[in-house]
């Protein structure tokens, strides 16, 4: 089965597709699109692209476990593509995931541009591994 993973931002919202039976997971694409109605157009195709047939969002939790703002816009975000989507969706912990990007990308040779389009597909792809490895 494959799952998209979006890793959700204020300017930029990082995708990862994977498949459930491999656990293989590579990175999409970044949408530079702010929250609102274009993003969910842009996640809608995105998912029609890539034959998704289940949807997992990073949910930024507090470090002590606890959900604040940020994972509330998440959550009300979920529910809004859930009603464009009608996939199922899951919530995963993204604590760190954008730290675990930065440190694949340490010696990468790209440059700090070059890593900065890159780091929130590459946060969406570790969303997805930790998700994968809780099934």
């Given amino acids: 089965m494959r799952v998209l993973a979006i890793d959700l931002g204020d300017k930029r919202t990082g995708l990862a597709i994977g498949d459930e039976d491999t656990s293989m997971v590579m990175p999409v694409e970044v949408l530079e699109i702010p929250r609102g109605p274009r993003l969910l157009d842009a996640v809608k195709t995105a998912i029609e692209t890539h034959g998704a047939e289940r949807l997992v969002i990073g949910l930024p939790l507090n470090m002590d476990g606890t959900e604040g703002d940020r994972a509330r816009i998440c959550r009300a975000f979920g529910k809004e593509l859930e009603d464009v989507s009608s996939l199922p969706i ?12 930065n440190r694949r990308m340490a010696r990468s040779g790209r440059t700090h541009g070059e890593k900065k389009r890159l780091r929130d597909a590459l946060a969406a792809c570790v969303v997805l591994e930790d998700h994968f490895g809780q099934i």
């Fill in 90 to 101: 899951a919530f995963q912990d993204e604590r760190l995931s954008s730290d675990e990007a």
